[in-house]
């Protein structure tokens, strides 16, 4: 009875503590991907402003392939130069993203988060598009 009890009260928060850091892990791959992922799309476009667009969907579809929710994440882009499609400029792309706490009820409505992760990727205009 004393092992079982132990065991349940030990293994509960090593679970819980493990499957929290899974969760961190995967958030912090899917903002890597989605950085990488929307730096080249940026490059690849024509315009600054139809290369925001398709950056920010991309950065979406990155999330959402990851399970995570791209309401908790936010996209920021900045060129080194003001003409972002000039070639030679460097396009840095910053993805963040709040993990929230797995296997909470309320966890939404109460803003609890985990941990924030974010990440970067640059990636330069060719000069022939």
Same mark, same amino acid.
């Given at each position: 009875?004393?092992?079982?009890?132990?065991?349940?009260?030990?293994?509960?928060?090593?679970?819980?503590?493990?499957?929290?850091?899974?969760?961190?892990?995967?958030?912090?791959?899917?903002?890597?991907?989605?950085?990488?992922?929307?730096?080249?799309?940026?490059?690849?476009?024509?315009?600054? @402003? #139809?290369?925001?667009?398709? +950056?920010? &969907?991309?950065?979406?579809? /990155?999330?959402?392939?990851? $399970?995570?929710?791209?309401?908790?994440?936010?996209?920021?882009?900045?060129?080194?130069?003001?003409?972002?499609?000039?070639?030679?400029?460097?396009?840095?792309?910053?993805?963040?993203?709040?993990?929230?706490?797995?296997?909470?009820?309320?966890? @939404? #409505?109460?803003?609890?988060? +985990?941990? &924030?992760?974010?990440?970067? /990727?640059?990636?330069?205009? $060719?000069?022939?598009?």
């Amino acid at each position: 009875m004393e092992f079982t009890f132990l065991a349940l009260l030990l293994m509960v928060p090593v679970v819980y503590f493990v499957v929290t850091v899974s969760q961190i892990q995967g958030g912090s791959f899917a903002v890597v991907g989605a950085a990488d992922q929307a730096a080249k799309v940026f490059v690849a476009q024509a315009d600054p @402003d #139809s290369a925001r667009i398709a +950056a920010e &969907r991309s950065v979406l579809v /990155a999330l959402k392939d990851y $399970g995570h929710s791209p309401e908790f994440a936010s996209v920021s882009i900045e060129c080194d130069r003001a003409d972002c499609s000039s070639a030679g400029t460097t396009v840095t792309v910053t993805v963040n993203l709040d993990v929230s706490l797995p296997l909470m009820p309320f966890g @939404d #409505s109460l803003q609890l988060k +985990a941990s &924030r992760v974010s990440a970067s /990727a640059s990636q330069v205009v $060719g000069r022939y598009q």
